[in-house]
């Protein structure tokens, strides 16, 4: 997935193994996710990514689709990515779901000797600092965030004073350069409404897996 040079790259195993859990309510999975975690996989140089499907997220007001349809889905789009899997972690809680408990989750799970790193979009940045103990979450774990077409470069002088100088400048080193695959599932949700056929948005099986069950009133 990575190429040959990125290969080559991941052969030394002196650094701390990385593990990329990438939250979300995935409602559908797109390929715009799949295009950023991808590329984020192979820059980390990580050895494995974990979706984190949201059992509801206290950010968003709108109910997700059942969380089995959307593990189902995650599974289908990344049936060829050996280096991918799925939780339902989240799922399995009561909700919201936040983030911090999903990193202690897994530093149990891992234990200390994995760099946990939590992925984002640069849209998640509007509201951060209002994050279940941000502080907390931002000592247990790298958040990663990536670049998402349509909003700013991701920029964090505007946290001096809510979070610590350190943890400001960790948010800044640890930021992706990800291409701009301008997709959101919103726009998607809508399109199968209409009876469109978003074929260039989302993986051909989910596509199917949307048809089959009858998700998001798509009749196409
Ligand atoms: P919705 O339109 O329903 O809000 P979404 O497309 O933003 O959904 P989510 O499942 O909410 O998708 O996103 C999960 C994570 O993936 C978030 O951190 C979000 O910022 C990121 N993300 C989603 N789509 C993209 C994209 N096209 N490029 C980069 N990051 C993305």
Redesign the pocket.
């Known amino acids: 997935m990575c190429g040959f040079n990125s290969f080559l790259l991941r052969l030394p195993v002196l650094k701390k193994a990385k593990t990329i859990l990438f939250g ?4 559908p999975i ?1 390929n ?2 799949l295009r ?1 975690a991808r590329d984020v996989f192979c820059q980390l140089n990580a050895g494995q990514l974990i979706f984190v499907p949201v059992r509801r997220s206290p950010h968003k007001t709108d109910s997700p689709v059942d969380g089995k349809h959307r593990v189902q889905m995650i599974r289908q789009a990344t049936q060829n990515d050996p280096s991918f899997s799925v939780s339902e972690c989240e799922l399995n809680r009561p909700a919201p779901s936040y983030t911090l408990d999903t990193i202690n989750f897994f530093r149990e799970q891992l234990g200390e000797g994995t760099d946990l790193h939590w992925l ?2 640069a ?2 940045l509007n509201d951060f600092d209002k994050w279940y103990k941000v502080s907390e979450l931002l000592d247990a774990c790298r958040v990663t965030v ?1 670049y ?2 349509g909003y700013p470069k991701p920029e964090f002088n505007r946290f001096m004073g809510v979070l610590r100088a350190d943890q400001v400048e960790k948010l800044a080193r640890d930021v992706v350069q ?1 291409p701009l ?1 301008d ?4 726009q998607i949700r809508l399109e199968l409404a209409n009876g469109q056929f978003p074929s260039d948005l989302l993986p051909q099986a989910v596509i199917e897996y949307i048809r089959l069950h009858n998700l998001y009133g798509f009749t196409g």
């Open positions: 979300g309510s995935f409602d797109h715009g996710h950023v984002i979009g849209d998640q990536m998402r077409a990800t695959i997709i959101s599932s919103t």
